[in-house]
Every structure is written in C-alpha cells, then in structure tokens.
C-alpha cells in the first residue's frame, strides 16, 4: 500500500532548496510546502510551518495517540548545499535521476534521502496501526547555513516540541564492516579577518617601499597561529579543551581504518597536523584553526604592480568538548591584536557559526536504542564513533528542549555531499526505512 521512497524523494530533489541563496527563499518554502503535503498525505496530523523572523521555516507534524508512551522528536533538515559549478556535474544538479543502484542530485545523501526514509518508516506504520510511540516531526531549512534561527523556532515552540528524547536522521554508516553509533561531533566558530593599509590601492613604483602591504601582513598573522606540526599558537585556544582519555581514545579508535589509504584516495601522500595524535584523531577529538579563504589583489590575468589596500581571511575553527565559541573567537582577537604591525587596521569580524561541540552517551535511551537497531540490521553490535563535522541542532535542541539528541542516518561517506554528482544509494533508503520501524519499536520498550 504505501509508496516507493523513490516518489517522495525525486520531486523534492528537484526543487533547489538553497538556503545560502536569497533569490532561492521561495524554492526554500516550496520544498517545505511539499513536505508538509508528504507528512499530511503519510498520515501525521498538526501539520504546519514553523516560522521566526527572518528564517527559512521548519516543518512540523505530529502523531500523539499513544498517552504515557515516550515522545520521540525526529529530526531532519531540507535545506541543501548551493551547486557552485553545474559543468562539474553529470546530469544537472535539480534534475534528479536514478543511474545503477544509486539517486543523483545534490541533496539526495545530505539529507533529503535520508529524511524521506524517516519519513516513509512513519506512513508505513501509520497505515498498519497505531505508531509504538508518540512522534513529533521537525524538518529545519537552515542547516546547511549553520542554523542561525533555529533556537529563535525552538523557543517560540517550545511547547509544542516538548519531547522526551530527539533522533536526528542527519547521519552516515561505514559502507563496510562493523555500524558505529554517534555519540558526538565537532563544535564550530568563525571569524573574517580584514586588513586595511592606504586609503586606495597604490601603484607599487610609486609608493612600493614605504606603503604598508596588507596581504604580507594578512600572510603573516594567519601564520603566527600555528607551528611546524600544526599546533595552534593563539594563547588561550587549548586552554578549556577536555582531553580524551586513553580508553576513551582506544574505544573511539576506527577499526579498519586506513590513513595512507585514505590520504592516497585524496592524491597526498600522508596526512599533515601533530603527531601526538592519530590522522583520524586530528579530524574529530582535536580542535582546528583553519584557513578557508584568503584574498586580496589582482590574480587573474597579468602582473598588476599595485600595492592592494585591503587583505581578507576566512577562518573556521572544529570546537571539542569544553570550548566555547566565544571564548575561542576572543582568543583570536587577542592574538591578532597582540602581532599586529602599526599603520594598518586590522578587524576581526564574527562570522556565520557558533556551535559548541555536542556529546551523548550510549547509555542514553535514544542511543541505546539505536544501538538495538543496528545490531539487528546488521548482525553485530555497533561500535562508538563521534564525528568530525558540525550539526548545530543537536547542541540548540538540548539547550531549548533540554533533551539529547541520538543519530540514526544512513547517509554513505563516498556519496558526495556538498560535492559534485551528489548520490544517495536506493538500498540505503530501505534501510533507513526499515531501521525507523525497528527504532520506533525498540523507543517504546
Ligand atoms: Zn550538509
């Protein structure tokens, strides 16, 4: 009786839900005016947006027939990634097409597949009965730019999102060998760092020599923040960080993990960063200072003997447990205040995220019960993993809602997210399908 996923998925793969995109605002809320029909039509009820100034609505839809059972509140989101460059795609990037074993279109692994199994588990039970648990649905359409109004949601519904516990459908599994629960991920802040010299650029005959150069000095702060091996130099940026543990580093350690084979897979020849700490360490129990953008001048072309006026950076920083953004962002401000040459202005601006790191225990209720499910799908008891990556929700649904937030995604790690040819496996929408049943039924007992 109840329908493919594949006929859930490929109309809302093609509406380019872009939520860094302005003049995609209105594709935004279409997507979200289809998944609120998807909910409607799967048999939740309540259905309807949810909306705070400013922001991409969230969708919200409830099922709450079973009274004294646990309240599950699912998570997912529907925005995805902008396509930066379509030519680098095999077939456009909103005209979704199933090839082989796999759905293309950017969003089909990151995270619309994933939402739509979610999705299809609860119509698939609703159309057999009464569902094992009470369900609250929320579907954010600003992840993908940090979630900047999504606690402002939570608020204003606090009430209506009341719940015992949270899943977040936002996850991925090991493509072979044993499941992994997710415990944890990465916090994350950042900052634009801007020098200023003369008041225009200058010509470099003229003035060269006795002007300031702000890329120089832009090249040369963003390289006093670390040393040979990678360690961050700013004063103040470990000082909060809690370290892991021996057993905790031993129960995390990835099993058939390869690093060189994995840095060959990205054409390098080993990986860079301390070596105190294992390749797969650094990307997820160790915090970050990164460089993501850097700017200035004219490149394009041909030699232009001008001294730029202006240097721009971008810089991110992965939080672990026990830093907070701010903190970590006047660190910064400090530093570069502290190595700041004289005659150039130098500001430090606030930028997009500011998440701390987010941890669950598998002891959790949630987790437990996720834990269960892959047990079952897969025919071994899953091992603990945190996760190098930011999902702002899970740190704002504990802090409003005051509830942990468990994963169970089935999301692949080749599938391209955020890249071009964008895949999600059809098997992998099965699956998730199945794993919802099996997780609804295992949260009630
Ligand atoms: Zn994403």
Redesign the pocket.
């Known amino acids: 009786v109840t329908r493919d996923p594949l006929d859930w998925l490929l109309p809302l793969l093609a509406i380019p839900s872009i939520s860094a995109d302005p003049a995609r605002a209105g594709d935004v809320r279409a997507a979200a005016e289809l998944l609120l029909e998807l909910c409607r039509t799967g048999g939740l009820r309540n259905v309807r947006l949810l909306e705070a100034p400013g922001a991409h609505p969230s969708v919200y839809a409830d099922w709450l027939d079973v009274p004294g059972r646990p309240t599950v509140l699912l998570y997912g989101?529907y925005d995805?990634?902008p396509v930066i460059d379509q030519s680098s795609w095999s077939s456009p990037a909103f005209t979704p097409v199933v090839r082989g074993e796999a759905v293309f279109g950017r969003g089909a692994s990151?995270?619309k597949g994933p939402l739509i199994s979610m999705l299809v588990a609860l119509e698939s039970m609703l159309a057999e009965g009464p569902l094992p648990v009470n369900v609250k649905v929320l579907l954010e359409g600003e992840?993908?730019i940090f979630s900047p109004r999504l606690r402002a949601i939570l608020q204003r519904h606090r009430e209506l999102l009341r719940c015992d516990m949270a899943v977040s459908a936002?996850g991925s599994q090991p493509l072979a060998g044993t499941p992994r629960v997710m415990l944890g991920t990465r916090g994350l802040c950042d900052l634009e760092l801007i020098v200023r010299g003369a008041r225009t650029d200058t010509h470099s005959g003229q003035y060269g020599g006795a002007v300031p150069n702000p890329p120089q000095i832009l090249a040369e702060l963003v390289a006093s923040m670390h040393d040979a091996d990678g360690t961050v130099l700013v004063d103040g940026f470990y000082d909060a960080v809690r370290v892991p543990s021996a057993v905790e580093r031993a129960q995390l350690a990835p099993s058939g993990w390869e690093p060189l084979a994995e840095a060959a897979s990205l054409e390098l020849d080993g990986f860079a960063g301390d070596p105190e700490w294992t390749p797969w360490e650094r990307t997820t129990l160790r915090p970050t200072l990164e460089l993501n953008a850097i700017h200035s001048g004219y490149a394009a072309d041909r030699l232009m003997t001008a001294i730029p006026a202006l240097a721009h950076a971008r810089i991110s920083c992965r939080l672990v447990p026990g830093q907070h953004p701010e903190h970590v962002l006047a660190a910064i401000a400090a530093h570069v205040r502290r190595v700041a040459p004289p005659l150039v202005q130098i500001e430090c601006r606030p930028g997009f995220a500011s998440t701390p790191a987010y941890r669950t225990t598998r002891q959790h209720p949630a987790s437990r019960a996720v834990a269960q499910v892959l047990t079952e799908l897969y025919g071994r008891e899953p091992l603990d993993n945190v996760d190098g990556g930011t999902i702002a929700a899970l740190t704002l649904i504990e802090d409003e809602l005051g509830v942990e937030t468990a994963t169970l995604g089935f999301a692949g790690d080749d599938e391209n997210?955020?890249g071009a040819d964008e895949f999600h496996r059809v098997a992998s929408l099965a699956r998730g399908r199945a794993a919802y049943r099996l997780l609804l039924d295992r949260l009630a007992g």
């Open positions: 989101h995805v990634q990151d995270m992840e993908e936002d997210a955020h």
